[in-house]
T-cell receptor, first 117, second 114 residues
């Protein structure tokens, strides 16, 4: 199968600090990874597309200076929430693109619960 | 602008009966549709998908129907089991863009009662 891991699975931090979340594709290489955010009882909202070796592409309304994305290798993308505030508390989920036949499929990580106090 | 909509936030079904989850979309460029199952505090897991060139895809107890003219798709689960209780998300993409991003609906929470 295609396994995607995230670390940490949950984190609690103080307001104003920065938090780094890792997304790894364990058994395949992913040139593209995606970062989503989900608020309670709401949909998964795409934040940005992470491209290995190049800058991430952010969705409209997502602050690139606040949510720093680094895709340094074909198996690792990191999302850093800088100067976190309570409104950044959410469930962050990554996915990794894998070639299946003629198309790419997304495989999701287990998510990271961020709570900012 | 919600391009993918799931208008029923919740659905309750008796074990053994059919569960029907609905999804509507507005973007006629979407050519690939997926259903995901999600438990709280976990990532979504893929269930079943359908290409826009088909109107039905079946995998065991799960069947997805696509009505392009109505821009509507549905997921049928039969027979429903208590273990099916979860939140179900439909998603759509423009797949011919080779890995186009997924747009998710709001989700429907399915509860299957014994």
């Amino acid at each position: 199968g295609a396994v995607v891991s995230q670390h940490p699975s949950w984190v609690i931090c103080k307001s104003g600090t920065s938090v780094k979340i890792e997304c790894r594709s364990l058994d395949f290489q992913a040139t593209t990874m995606f970062w989503y955010r989900q608020f309670p009882k709401q949909s998964l909202m795409l934040m940005a597309t992470s491209n290995e070796g190049s800058k991430a592409t952010y969705e409209q309304g997502v602050e690139k200076d606040k949510f720093l994305i680094n895709h340094a290798s074909l198996t690792l993308s990191t999302l850093t929430v800088t100067s976190a505030h309570p409104e950044d508390s959410s469930f962050y989920i990554c996915s990794a693109d894998r070639r299946i036949g003629s198309y790419n499929e997304q495989f999701f990580g287990p998510g990271t619960r961020l709570t900012v106090l | 602008d919600q391009q993918v909509k799931q208008n029923s936030p919740s659905l309750s079904v008796q074990e053994g009966r059919i569960s029907i989850l609905n999804c509507d979309y507005t973007n006629s460029m979407f050519d690939y549709f997926l259903w995901y199952k999600k438990y709280p505090a976990e990532g979504p897991t893929f269930l079943i998908s359908i290409s826009s060139i088909k109107d039905k895809n079946e995998d065991g107890r799960f069947t997805v129907f696509l009505n392009k003219s109505a821009k509507h798709l549905s997921l049928h689960i039969v027979p429903s089991q208590p273990g099916d209780s979860a939140v179900y998300f439909c998603a759509a993409s423009v797949r011919r863009n080779q890995g186009g991003k997924l747009i998710f609906g709001q989700g429907t929470e399915l509860s299957v009662k014994p």
